[in-house]
């Protein structure tokens, strides 16, 4: 047997080690090979039709920048991981030098074994890569709205970059693996697993630190949103959470284990002495990855949440109902043929709509004032019922946004909402009744203005008292918004792109004229988030593995010791149900304490964050809830299956 078989036997026979650290490389190798199939894919490349300049730039930019945090973290998690690996072999280097092994010989086999797994590693991700390309596009294409999905293409620059990038950082892994192995007398190498841990100790003023820590910052991102849109604010209570959140896993776990071991009736009954005494090492050891499983799970869940919910085409209807929106001043001379173009295109491709107009009046602070008779014409269209004013000097304030919306509808709850109101245009007071708000959005606008809904006959008094003011033709108004309702705008997406182009081009150079499309508006938010989705839903899914493998060989990495502690335990009466009953006990609280914290946090910042917005986050949240909790019950029941099975084989 040559040297090179010799490190090939090593990873071989330490496999069960191995596995996770290879299983993990693997998984990095293919999403870093996702990223590069999408980064060099054609139609992401030369730009998604009818997306945005902003669109196109975060798909080439947002993906090469996925590459360098996926390329980082993979070194820092392997390097990391390959540092554990061998304090686990202490006693087999010791023995090595026993028998003859230089320094020199050592970090050679050191560097070929990592090399071989990395080899390996390299071609296992590229070519589950390659065999999950095309459902990996179909998916980012959906994700993306493109009509016919992405299309397949041999990724060679995809390979090319992922095989020389990870072949760099696996060789300056093994290079690296000689410097990761202390130095240590040949006594302490070969008895190395027989020193004993020291009992974990726990700091009670820290343990209540922690819980005094995440209370107050949970306290500070409510009270940023009831009290002060404070963005410090917010920051300082996230780093308190994470703070709080560290000091409960290496800490209050620790002290918390240990109070229930000062409970005699507790300790002692039945098998929960084995069980809490072994389960204090295991949290003691394990904090600093459960702390980062913990972080990284609440930010993952709350982005990728948030983005499914903003994405949803749902919200760009209540935002905006109108499926297209056109805006011109009054020296505009191609408006009425802009907005005739609009109506004969939508007839030629048979799709029913409906029509309604508003000239807008403006305050001194910016707010509109809407004519009765335009605003029931565009609600009549929407299904919403028309609004009556008992008198001339009535109005009713009608919301412009989603958050506008919300804080009517909250004071109609309150009931106050009956008041008299100064309406000032240019130099004129006019003192109104404002009666009970409508809180369904009917005329949409930018920013925090408020809407005013006013008689026609009071409209028509401001109107003529302002031209009056300054000294403008009868003909003069600001700006005029004409609005079309289809029901199924979805459907308007096939010509909205060339309509709007032909009337963009249409143009003399005189006047002011807009024009937008429900359709390309929520396209452009959906691939917009699609990406942000994409980014960091694969980064998220690519840490929740590493801290997966890091578990896995966690236990692993002791299981030599564990079934040894078990046998003898076994030879006083242990059986096959005690011993299930205590692993099971600890793997749930080692799989399962880190999730539910991360829940806990995300939930809080969902609640925190349904206080701002007028849509519902929570169904999404849910859905990413259950999706990651279904991933760890799956790994948690294969690591139980596999950890018994080796107890039961040792257990006499």
Known sequence: ???????????????????????????????????????????????????????????????????????????LFLLYSVGSFLKTRKKEFGIFQIIGMTRKQMNRLLFMENLCIGLAAIVAGVGLGMIFAKLILLICGSMLAVEESLRFYFPLKAIALTVGAF??????????????????????????????????????????????????????????????????????????????????????????????????????????????????????????????????????FTGIGTMLAIADPG????????????????????????????????????????????????????????????????????????????????????????TSRKTLRAKVGQGSTQKNIDMRVGETNKKVRLTTPETEIVIPVEYTRDVYVVSNELY????????????????????????????????????????????QNDSDGQGYFEISALVLDWLNSKQTNGIILILSGLIGIVFFTFAASFTYFRLYADLERDEEQYRMIGKMGLSHPELRNIVTRQLVLMFFLPIVLAITHSSVAFVALQQLVDFSVMGYTLRIFLVFASMQILFFLLVRWRYLRHMYAKLI
Do not use: C
């Not at 027989?194 to 100790?201: A, F, G």
């Not at 003011?469 to 060339?498: C, H, L, S």
């Open 315 to 402: 919200l760009s209807s209540m935002t905006n109902p109108y499926a297209f929106t056109y805006q011109n001043s009054w020296d505009t001379p191609n408006a009425e043929r802009h907005v005739r173009k609009i109506e004969e295109t939508l007839i030629d491709n048979e799709v029913p709509y409906q029509k309604g107009s508003y000239i807008p009046l403006y305050d001194n602070e910016g707010n509109y004032i809407i004519k009765l008779s335009e605003y029931n014409n565009l609600a009549k269209a929407l299904g919403y019922k028309e609004r009556t004013l008992e008198n001339g000097n009535d109005s009713f304030m009608t919301p412009g946004n989603l």
């Open 1 to 75: 047997m040559n040297f090179r078989q010799f490190a090939i036997y090593n990873v071989v026979r330490n496999k069960r080690i191995y596995l996770a650290h290879f299983l993990s490389s693997t998984f990095s190798v293919m999403i870093f090979f996702t990223y590069a199939l999408l980064l060099f894919h054609p139609d992401l490349k030369d730009g998604l039709k009818g997306s945005s300049g902003t669109v196109n730039m975060l798909a080439n930019q947002g993906f090469l920048i996925a590459e360098i945090i996926i390329f980082i973290f993979s070194f």
């Open 167 to 300: 072949l760099l950082l696996f060789v300056v892994i093994a290079l690296s693996s000689s410097l990761l192995m202390r130095k240590g007398s040949l006594i302490d190498l070969v008895k190395s697993e027989e020193k004993p841990k020291p009992e974990p100790k726990a700091s009670r003023l820290l343990a209540l630190l922690s819980v005094i820590l995440i209370g107050g910052g949970y306290a500070g991102v409510f009270a940023f949103v009831w009290i002060t849109y404070s963005f410090p604010l917010l920051l300082g209570s996230v780093v308190l959470v994470i703070a709080g959140t560290y000091l409960l896993f290496t800490q209050l776990s620790v002290y918390a284990i240990r109070a229930l071991k000062g409970n005699k009736r507790l300790f002692f009954r039945k098998t929960n002495l084995l069980f809490l005494s072994e389960l204090t090492y295991r949290m003691k050891d394990n904090a600093v990855m459960f702390f980062m499983v913990s972080v990284i799970s609440a930010s993952a």
């Open 460 to 503: 028509d008094k401001m109107n003529k008292e302002f031209k009056n003011e300054i000294q403008a033709d009868e003909n003069f108004y600001f700006d005029k918004k004409t609005q079309f309702v289809v029901t199924d705008w979805m459907g308007t997406r096939k010509f909205a792109p060339d309509l709007i182009e032909s009337i």
